[in-house]
T-cell receptor, first 110, second 117 residues
């Protein structure tokens, strides 16, 4: 079963615009992670936010976490064509097992 | 570092044949994960190992699937006999060593695209 559910399932924006995607989950977590997957490739880790953190930045990425609402958001600022990919949230509870959501497909048009 | 290495990258086989997928994790990582990705079911965890010991195999679809990790640098996922519904991309991932397993990111290999006809 999928712990994280991303919204929207697909997103199309123009280069330079911001892209925001959301993730909701159901149970208590130790951390939430975001991954990117380019077509035909493996997943690449982007950012990890712990359950006691509310916001985290990495370059053009900004992640928020609201444990009371069991939700997270990923913001990509000033998007580029190279940001075209699928983005997945994953939650980690006990142990080191990750449970992935269904992903958001992002298309950045030049 | 070469990253997680998987072989083969593509595999086409006929129904009923045995398929073996291979994975070499990043050196020093003590956790290894096998995932399956399909359009219908998304990314599913099949099994994971800590220090070469299987910890959770609840995602293994059925007895036709088996996984081994004979040492810290090698793991296999075997399907015998294979069926068309096993067609998917299979990913191996590894995670760094730490005192506690939590709060660790995973590093994915490029995947093996399996087609069973």
């Amino acid at each position: 079963s999928q712990q994280g559910e991303e919204d929207p399932q697909a997103l199309s924006i123009q280069e330079g615009e911001n892209a925001t995607m959301n993730c909701s989950y159901k149970t208590s977590i130790n951390n939430l992670q975001w991954y990117r997957q380019n077509s035909g490739r493996g997943l690449v880790h982007l950012i990890l936010i712990r359950s006691n953190e509310r916001e985290k930045h990495s370059g053009r990425l900004r992640v928020t976490l609201d444990t009371s609402k069991k939700s997270s958001s990923l913001l990509i600022t000033a998007s580029r064509a190279a940001d075209t990919a699928s983005y997945f949230c994953a939650t980690q509870a006990a142990g080191n097992k990750l449970t992935f959501g269904g992903g958001t497909r992002v298309l950045v048009k030049p | 570092d070469a990253g997680v290495i998987q072989s083969p990258r593509h595999e086409v086989t006929e129904m009923g044949q045995e398929v073996t997928l291979r994975c070499k994790p990043i050196s020093g990582h003590n956790s290894l994960f096998w995932y399956r990705q399909t359009m219908m079911r998304g990314l599913e965890l099949l099994i994971y190992f800590n220090n070469n010991v299987p910890i959770d195999d609840s995602g293994m679809p059925e007895d036709r699937f088996s996984a081994k990790m004979p040492n810290a640098s090698f793991s296999t996922l075997k399907i015998q006999p294979s069926e068309p519904r096993d067609s998917a991309v299979y990913f191996c991932a590894s995670s760094p060593t730490g005192l506690l397993p939590v709060n660790k990111e995973q590093y994915f290999g490029p995947g093996t695209r399996l087609t069973v006809t």
